[in-house]
């Protein structure tokens, strides 16, 4: 069994390549694997690998100024969910394309997971799901207003265009585990929105928290590693991964005439050019090999 952390934490961090390269040597003594991403404004990631080894990398987070209020989101996998470790440096932790905002001074209000069913539920709030279209579609909370977009820099425009229906309305925003929609808080404030709230800890602290028969939630829950997506009480669902796209699937699509194992599904027929497609395949042929020898192709 994998212990898997889920994390981000906006605060100013002051040289974030020697911030990577610690933690970069702590997770690789550890053999724990997974994604972190530095920038000026924080750290965002999720990694996983035996209890003691992913605590050894949270400890040496919350040594950094900044980050010592580091909270962390954890589950389980049965097996590697990441094949490999990546600590990067970047522009933001979240792109969305507002590099002047300040997410740990402006975001909007948080809301304990107990408490957010009545929040949603109140006449005049208007929730809105601040993640992907791909994301959306696999599930959602009731009522929630789907922006349709496919990039979290598509937000801001998304907004400006749509204001005005949320004129009067106290806004509640939420997203897989709370990066987003801290940041997409922000964003409201500083464009002049007085109520903003979202959801602490995103999805999976509420699907952690709630009990399913008191739960608004409906559907399964995107997550961006081999689980491809939870629900109630972080259990894997039943959804796959599109190995070309990388969008979740319902366990029926795989029986379209469409869907090509590693190589494409309805989503993505008419995305790519033919040279992109062989290479999906000998990409594919390639794992099925490795499989055949008992090894674990990490292409």
């Not at 309305?169 to 409201?188: D, N, V």
């Not at 608004?216 to 599109?242: I, K, M, N, P």
């Amino acid at each position: 069994m994998y212990e898997v952390a889920a994390l981000y934490h906006f605060a100013p961090v002051e040289n974030p390549p020697e911030v990577a390269d610690r933690l970069r040597c702590v997770a690789e003594a550890g053999d724990v694997r997974g994604t972190l991403l530095l920038a000026h404004e924080g750290i965002n990631g999720t990694i996983a690998g035996g209890r003691g080894a992913v605590e050894a990398v949270l400890a040496a987070i919350r040594t950094e100024p900044g980050l010592e209020a580091l909270a962390v989101k954890w589950s389980a996998a049965s097996s590697r969910p990441f094949a490999k470790l990546k600590v990067r440096v970047k522009a933001e932790i979240v792109t969305m394309g507002q590099p002047d905002l300040d997410p740990a001074r402006q975001a909007g209000e948080r809301v304990a997971p107990v408490d957010w069913n009545a929040l949603i539920s109140a006449p005049d709030v208007a929730v809105i799901d601040t993640r992907n279209a791909y994301e959306v579609a696999i599930g959602s909370f009731e009522g929630a207003v789907d922006p349709g977009t496919e990039s979290f820099r598509d937000f801001p425009a998304w907004w400006d265009a749509n204001r005005a229906a949320f004129d009067g309305k106290r806004i509640a925003m939420f997203c897989t585990g709370g990066i987003r929609c801290e940041k997409s808080t922000a964003y409201l404030k500083a464009q002049g929105v007085e109520e903003v709230y979202h959801l602490a800890g995103g999805i999976l602290k509420y699907l952690e928290e709630v009990p399913e028969p008191e739960s608004l939630w409906r559907g399964g829950c995107f997550v961006f590693d081999e689980r491809v997506a939870v629900s109630h009480g972080l259990a894997q669902t039943e959804h796959l991964l599109c190995r070309a796209c990388r969008r979740p699937l319902e366990p029926a699509d795989v029986t379209r005439p469409e869907f090509e194992l590693g190589v494409q599904c309805h989503l993505c027929v008419a995305e790519y050019e033919p040279e992109d497609r062989a290479r999906f395949r000998e990409r594919q042929r390639q794992i099925a090999l490795a499989r055949s020898r008992g090894e674990r192709h990490l292409g």
